[in-house]
Each structure stands twice: as C-alpha cells, then as structure tokens.
C-alpha cells in the first residue's frame, strides 16, 4: 500500500508564530485533503487540494504532486489552532490513508 | 441536517457483546465512509457504500464486522462478539460532489470501550 508520512510529529508553537507542516506520500494519488483533528475529536476538512495551492484566511496549503508532497501554511498561529493535523490521500478505488498527523499546541 | 452526525457518542459494551452504531450522513451525500481510529493514530479506513451499494470492505478487520446502508442514507456498522481489541472511535464520513471535488466531512465518532 501506499505509505503517507507527516512531519513534524510534534509542535510546540508561540501565539502568533508562523509554522509549516509536510505530507510526504509514496505513490501517485488522485485525492489529497487536509484535516485539522480538535482536542474534542472531530475532523474538520481544510483543504482539498491535489495540485496547487489555496488559500484560506491564515491557512494555505500547497501540493506539488509530481514530487508527491504537501505543505501546510499556518500564518499567526492562535491557540484555537492546537489540535492535530491529518493529511489523507485516495489512492486506489475510494480508500483514504491518513498520515500520522502531526501534533501542534499553540501556547499563548 | 448541517453535518453527519453519529450515534450514540459513546459505548461501553462486555467483551462477547453485540454493538451497532449508526450514522446519518448529510442529506443527498451518495458516498459514505467508516473508518476506525486508534487512540494516538490516523483514522483507518473500513469500508465505502455509494448509494445503497458496498463498494469495497477491504479494510473491515475479521468478519465480526458488518455494514450496511440499505437506502442509500442511514449506515449502521455492526460488531459482533466484541474484543477488547475493537476499543476505539468508529468514524462516519461522507461527500457529494461540489465545486472542490469529493471532500469528506466527518462526523464527531462513536467512541467504544470494550471491557
């Protein structure tokens, strides 16, 4: 199967601090989003994004897929922001595989 | 209704019990996923349905476990003769098409407990 790697694994951030998280994956996929995880648990979609880059207020992401990694830009980190980001690619048919997330704390 | 929502919120069964948790996607989603997450790991797909139809239950772990969405709304995942193994948050996700592609929008989980 297809292998999606995420780093850092861990963040510890400032309030107001900038920050870049990274998606490496294996294989050619047809899909890729980002997902912000809250301490509650629920999973909030950020980005759909298989190419390209988008913005979304202090958000943006960006994949190269030809080199077959995203990024993802958090500008004036708040504190609303800790919890743990997913990204989660489709690979064959409709299966999605999720990296191990990386988790950011956002300290005032 | 807004989003997917799920139920019941949590679960505590005895090992050997039979549990079912349901989901109700967002009204006209036709695909709908079931992943399971572990504590400290990335959600694991289980299986897909689109509409009423199944489409691949290759991630479901052993055969005690079953899914069924038999109009194409409404799933319910069952888990037969639970183990202590099967301890974890169940979650529901589905999409529809829209001018971002198919994004998934999950649910909050089922979290269970198996004693």
């Known amino acids: 199967g297809i292998q999606v790697e995420q780093s850092p694994p861990d963040l510890i951030l400032q309030e107001g601090a900038n920050s870049t998280l990274r998606c490496n994956f294996s294989?050619?996929?047809?899909?890729l989003q980002w997902f912000h995880q809250n301490p509650w648990g629920q999973l909030i979609n950020l980005f759909y994004?298989?190419?390209g880059t988008k913005q979304n207020g202090r958000l943006s992401a960006t994949t190269v897929a030809t080199e077959r990694y995203s990024l993802l830009y958090i500008s004036s980190s708040q504190t609303t922001d800790s919890g743990v980001y997913f990204c989660a690619v489709e690979y064959t048919g409709n299966q999605f595989y999720f990296g191990t997330g990386t988790s950011l704390t956002v300290i005032p | 209704g807004a989003g997917v929502s799920q139920s019941p919120r949590y679960k505590v069964a005895k090992r050997g019990q039979d549990v079912a948790l349901r989901c109700d996607p967002i009204?006209?989603?036709?695909?709908l996923f079931w992943y399971q997450q572990a504590l400290g790991q990335g959600p694991e797909f289980l299986t897909y349905?689109?509409?009423?139809?199944?489409?691949?239950k290759s991630g479901l772990p052993s055969d005690r476990f079953f899914a069924e969405r038999p109009e194409g709304s409404v799933s319910t995942l069952k888990i037969q003769r639970t183990q202590q193994e099967d301890s974890a948050v169940y979650l529901c996700a589905s999409s529809g098409r829209d001018i971002t592609g198919e994004t998934q929008y999950f649910g909050p989980g089922t979290r269970l407990l198996v004693l």
């Open positions: 009204s006209g989603h036709v695909s």
């Open positions: 349905f689109q509409n009423e139809a199944q489409l691949d």
């Open positions: 294989d050619s996929v047809n899909n």
């Open positions: 994004i298989p190419s």
